[in-house]
T-cell receptor
């Protein structure tokens, strides 16, 4: 079965704190892709990152970083020095093999000034 | 930057009526998708479309739903005889290749009353 689990339903942090959003996935495919999307209050889905299953290098993009660990089937997302504009729902998603994206339930992040 | 355009942004319809949600994918993309997000819940796959036919569909995508690419640029989702539980945000997405990240439209919020 293909599944994405985001155990944290809601997280609240104070501005400038670092925050990590957890994502655990399940798939039997050896080739798969992992994604993170941001859904701000306006409702659209904004692509953040795509990572394939053969590339376990961590990635950093500005204040965002991603930690992919195949051994624990996790693809965690860290925001450093959070800002109010980071407040959104964040979705982790899995593309197993050649099949459509499967989303987790999302984590609502609130950053308080 | 190229984007996926969805119209209308919000539609209110009476139960039992038919609705057509419209999408203009990115012009050089070959794969098209519809997803649904019931308020506060996760984003769920409905259907994928490639080479003028449905390539995959979920259990949600029953006989009430249909998709069409009528003119080479638009990609539509038709819901016949809408039910209250069809109220949701409907997202269209397109991708250049089957394993690439999807570009999502801003969504159509459908409210069935």
């Amino acid at each position: 079965a293909q599944k994405v689990t985001q155990a944290q339903t809601e997280i609240s942090v104070v501005e400038k704190e670092d925050v990590t959003l957890d994502c655990v996935y399940e798939t039997r495919d050896t080739t798969y892709y992992l994604f993170w999307y941001k859904q701000p209050p306006s409702g659209e889905l904004v692509f953040l990152i795509r990572r394939n299953s053969f590339d376990e290098q961590n990635e950093i993009s500005g204040r965002y970083s991603w930690n992919f660990q195949k051994s624990t089937s996790s693809f965690n997302f860290t925001i450093t020095a959070s800002q109010v504009v980071d407040s959104a729902v964040y979705f982790c998603a899995l593309m197993p093999g050649n099949t459509p994206l499967v989303f987790g339930k999302g984590t609502r992040l609130s950053v308080i000034a | 930057e190229p984007e996926v355009t969805q119209t209308p942004s919000h539609q209110v319809t009476q139960m039992g009526q038919e609705v057509i949600l419209r999408c203009v994918p990115i012009s050089n993309h070959l794969y098209f998708y519809w997803y649904r997000q019931i308020l506060g819940q996760k984003v769920e796959f409905l259907v994928s479309f490639y080479n003028n036919e449905i390539s995959e569909k979920s259990e949600i995508f029953d006989d009430q739903f249909s998709v069409e690419r009528p003119d080479g640029s638009n990609f539509t989702l038709k819901i016949r005889s809408t039910k209250l539980e069809d109220s949701a945000m409907y997202f269209c997405a397109s991708s250049e290749a089957s394993r690439r990240g999807y570009t999502f439209g801003s969504g159509t919020r459908l409210t069935v009353v």
